[in-house]
């Protein structure tokens, strides 16, 4: 396994990490994406860690808390192995300050995540979202205050726009605090939005990416085929709305061209979709999940190899769409604007 340093900090993660997403399903929502309990958790861990997989990814909303639950149970015993990521910024209850990044939310959030993981420290604390309610600087006090107390190594954010994210770093900059070394990003061969700012600023800034949903939520498992139904088991069912959007053409489109890359391999659709992500610039690593461990032995055989220089421009002309307004006309003068890939 490859370990890669976390954007411009010295912590070294492996190329991909697991995400436990799949753990518990313990609502609707989360049992359309897998309903893992302890003892195939633990299975599953042990296959990571036997993989050299170190990082581990959760959230304090997956299945209302029940994947950290999990995912602590399971790590009985290997702590000392693996780092742990997790997040806050979803409602957790039905109180108004029960959601966003208040000093409040956040000191309650993380020592509830601490429970329910069993741990006394957490290696990577993200901003599951931005709160533009408040400001940036109670944020990063309060994040920058359990970085010093020991509870958090390092922090992060996930899905902010590039001025959320230019904004904080700014205001760590200003104020000598902890400075978001990662973010964790919606980025996939259907979905290549990141690569118009939030990728620039990441190699600008030294911000690695955390990349999620790298199968383009489910639609690259190669289960999906032009003019057939969907598979009987496939979280798109319940969950399609909920995700990022693509058009059938566009999605076929790289399909086909994923298809003829596989032919010439002899690798898997998933493995090909997740080997073009680990050659981008910015990707510190890619969170794989897995309803089983068949998907899992399946996915962690990605990385260890590399397409072809042909092959990825063959899937990156299938994947490319026109950028929306203003980086198309940041694109006009290209020698003062190079894209970052």
């Not at 399971?74 to 108004?96: M, N």
């Not at 000093?103 to 957490?122: C, P």
């Not at 086909?256 to 680990?278: F, M, Q, S």
């Not at 510190?284 to 899992?296: C, D, K, P």
């Amino acid at each position: 396994m490859e370990y890669r340093l976390l954007g411009r900090s010295g912590l070294r993660v492996s190329a991909l990490s697991f995400g436990a997403a799949t753990f518990g399903g313990g609502n609707e929502f989360f049992r359309a994406w897998g309903q893992t309990q302890v003892e195939e958790a633990r299975r599953m861990i042990d296959l990571c860690i036997d993989s050299g997989v170190n990082l581990f990814d959760t959230a304090n909303g997956y299945s209302d808390g029940l994947a950290e639950e999990i995912l602590g149970k399971a790590l009985h015993g290997k702590r000392g192995q693996v780092l742990i990521s997790t997040k806050s910024f979803f409602p957790a209850g039905p109180g108004p300050n029960d959601v966003g990044s208040s000093r409040l939310h956040i000191l309650q959030q993380v020592d509830a995540s601490l429970r329910r993981l069993s741990t006394d420290h957490i290696d990577i604390y993200h901003m599951h979202g931005f709160d533009a309610l408040t400001p940036v600087e109670e944020t990063l006090d309060t994040l920058n205050s359990l970085v010093h107390a020991g509870k958090i190594r390092y922090i992060a954010c996930s899905n902010f726009s590039g001025w959320h994210l230019m904004k904080s770093l700014a205001a760590s900059d200003r104020h000598g605090w902890a400075r978001y070394v990662a973010h964790q990003v919606y980025y996939s061969l259907i979905g290549r939005e990141y690569e118009w700012e939030l990728m620039p600023l990441a190699l600008d800034q030294g911000v690695g990416a955390l990349v999620w949903s790298p199968l383009g939520w489910g639609r690259l498992t190669g289960k999906l085929r032009r003019g057939q139904p969907l598979p009987a088991v496939s979280r798109l069912h319940k969950t399609a709305e909920s995700g990022p959007p693509v058009t059938d053409d566009h999605l076929f489109r790289v399909v086909d061209a994923i298809d003829e890359t596989a032919k010439e391999t002899g690798k898997t659709v998933p493995r090909i979709a997740l080997n073009w992500l680990l050659q981008r610039p910015s990707v510190s690593s890619v969170i794989v999940g897995a309803r089983n461990e068949e998907q899992l032995k399946q996915n962690l055989q990605a990385e260890g190899w590399n397409l072809t220089a042909d092959q990825v421009a063959r899937l990156d002309a299938a994947s490319q769409t026109t950028p929306i307004y203003p980086y198309w006309h940041q694109r006009i003068v290209r020698q003062r604007n190079p894209p970052p890939v």
